[in-house]
């Protein structure tokens, strides 16, 4: 079943139902990159929205910004120069 099919479908599910598929697809995408959101805690939990809640608090994400990051910036204008002074050769 294609992405087009699928989403009228999942755009008549209940709340509580898209709840139950975004907690299903995070684990799903966790686990295709190594990483395991189930722990024991979480399955003493009832209410879907909660055991989400509390598997995303005890997740680490890591948020780059390129914001203040003058390295990134000087090695990006030196990369556009060496390529602007390649282009002139």
């Not at 139902?17 to 979480?42: M, P, Q, Y």
């Amino acid at each position: 079943m294609s992405l087009n099919e699928l989403l009228p479908t999942v755009g008549q599910l209940s709340h509580q139902d898209k709840l139950r598929l975004i907690h299903f697809l995070l684990l799903a995408v966790a686990k295709e990159e190594g990483c395991n959101l189930e722990s024991t805690e979480s399955t003493n939990i009832r209410n879907p929205e909660d055991l989400l809640l509390n598997e995303l608090a005890s997740t680490v994400a890591v948020v780059w910004s390129p914001y203040e990051a003058d390295e990134a910036a000087q090695t990006l204008s030196n990369l556009l120069e060496a390529a602007r002074k390649d282009g002139d050769a």
